[in-house]
């Protein structure tokens, strides 16, 4: 039976105490989270792709009043509430201000520091623990590009490498350098990509040779502070500070889908994409880089669920200061449940970060528990039809013109990088298309303007395994090939002459 959808702009009281009444009946109960006689659930879970750990639906993101922090407003409470409702992802960044230092500060109050009294390594192994780099070059001298971007809140001298040194000295150690033995990250992102120029650099010295003494990509050295090794160089003491290593954007589902398929080393083990009620108004994830993740069993994390704050007052634009951060539980003309609920239920999507801006004592109005509990959804509970009325909710904030970090819709494309060869025989080969509102379902293979093979589409996971059809000698007539997607909208190459 499918869920029905409920779109208040909170979870009413009357919900709210029959689900605590569950959960205090013996339902997946948390001991000792209680607001008089309310107990929460157990967190639901899903798997995180082949890293095999399974994360609550919910995680906690670090911007919001973590990292734009309101003057009364504590960001500690927030990630130590998070703890208490039994949250197991957490995500932050060395481009989110203060927003590491505060996981650190929560973390002590935890016990979470490795070579401290207490140290909780029990509670440390329960918990996944992402930050990000912004920085493409693994070390710092890194020449400035066209259509490449590099930006830090350290050192930039120091690189992607720097970065990860810096999260830890941040959140396990003394702030200044310095962390101790035992202290590592479960996940570090290459942030924010956008274009090809940006996963060129980020691969350099994987694909081809390596040169110590000159500067490389990002993925070499994460690899060396993943497996130990000190291929680079630049890990002499063979120090294992990460656990994975993933990447994150939401700009272009293009260049994320390249960053995936360039991957012949299995090192992507998570993505971070944007996905709102309003991905298909614009080139979209759901139907272009997230399936390719999928195919490769890389765990997906959803954000802008609220599109930064556009789905409700702000103007559509980043958020660079506390009185951007959005403090209430939706609105009444859109409420956040099923903005929550259409992002968990978007196939692919294993977990979701929500930035908190205002917890409060009434569940009835604080973010997190409201979030928390609109998260609780399997992720097949809706069906098509009920997201794409979901979808609908996008227009009441700024005429469905919220994603301002998302390439605008193109629509489907044609097959890309065709190719032809052979004699007696011709070999057709062509890289995937780029999907438009529907997902592509085949491709059609024309002989002098007659469909002559149907291919069917499925996700490229690598440059290397292009489509291909073979075809009988043709004799010169013209070839061409179109994607056609769920809706049968097609779109056609232009003819190509065989050699």
């Known amino acids: 039976m499918k869920k029905k959808i409920s779109t208040p702009g909170v979870l009413s009281r009357r919900e709210f105490m029959k689900l605590s009444a569950a959960a205090a009946a013996g339902v997946a109960v948390m001991p000792g989270l209680a607001y008089g006689d309310v107990v929460y659930p157990s967190p639901m879970k899903r798997r995180f792709g082949r890293t095999n750990f399974d994360v609550t639906t919910l995680g906690l993101g670090g911007q919001a009043s973590i990292q734009w922090t309101p003057e009364d407003v504590d960001p500690v409470a927030i990630i130590l509430k998070s703890f208490d409702l039994n949250v197991n992802y957490f995500d932050t960044s060395n481009v989110y201000g203060p927003s590491q230092a505060n996981f650190g500060k929560a973390f002590r109050e935890r016990n979470l520091i490795p070579d401290q009294p207490g140290y909780d390594e029990n509670l440390r192994s329960s918990i996944f623990l992402t930050t990000k780099t912004m920085i493409r070059w693994a070390k710092g001298g890194y020449p400035q590009m066209e259509g490449v971007r590099n930006a830090t809140n350290g050192d930039p001298a120091k690189g992607a490498v720097g970065d990860v040194k810096r999260a830890l000295t941040l959140m396990f150690g003394d702030g200044e350098g310095g962390y101790p033995e035992g202290a590592y990250v479960d996940m570090v992102m290459i942030h924010n990509l956008t274009s090809f ?120 634009r980043w958020s660079r200061r506390p009185e951007d951060v959005v403090r209430r539980v939706g609105t009444d003309h859109l409420p956040s449940k099923p903005l929550i609920e259409y992002a968990l239920t978007t196939p692919g999507v294993d977990t979701l970060i929500v930035g908190i801006g205002h917890i409060d004592e009434d569940p009835l109005k604080c973010q997190l528990i409201q979030n928390f509990y609109a998260s609780q959804i399997a992720p097949d509970a809706l069906s098509e039809q009920e997201r794409r009325e979901l979808e609908k909710l996008g227009d009441r904030s700024h005429d469905g013109k919220t994603n301002y970090f998302q390439l605008a819709d193109q629509g489907l494309t044609a097959p ?80 190509l002459v065989p050699g």
């Open 197 to 316: 120029e940006e996963v060129d650099v980020v691969y350099r010295g994987l694909e081809g040779d390596l040169d110590p003494d000159g500067n490389f990509g990002a993925l070499v050295a994460l690899r060396d502070f993943r497996d130990g090794t000190n291929i680079t160089g630049l890990n002499p003491r063979n120090e294992k500070l990460i656990r994975h290593i993933g990447f994150s954007g939401h700009y272009s589902a293009p260049a994320m889908m390249e960053m995936i398929q360039r991957d012949k080393f299995e090192l992507l083990d998570g993505m971070l994409v944007s996905i709102n009620v309003n991905d298909r108004k614009y080139l979209n994830m759901q139907h272009n880089v997230i399936p390719v993740a999928k195919a490769k069993d890389i765990g997906v994390v959803g954000m802008k669920v609220f599109a930064d704050g556009a789905m409700y007052d702000k103007e559509p």
């Open 416 to 495: 890309r990088n065709i190719r032809i060869t052979g004699d007696e025989q011709i070999r057709l080969q062509w890289d995937s298309a780029y999907a438009g509102n529907e997902p592509i379902v085949r491709y059609e293979v024309f002989e002098n303007g007659h469909l002559v093979k149907t291919v069917p589409h499925s996700p490229q996971v690598c440059l290397e395994q292009p489509f291909e059809c073979i075809l009988e000698q043709t004799g010169g007539k013209p070839l061409a090939v179109a994607a056609v997607d769920a809706a049968g909208e097609k779109k056609t190459s232009g003819d």
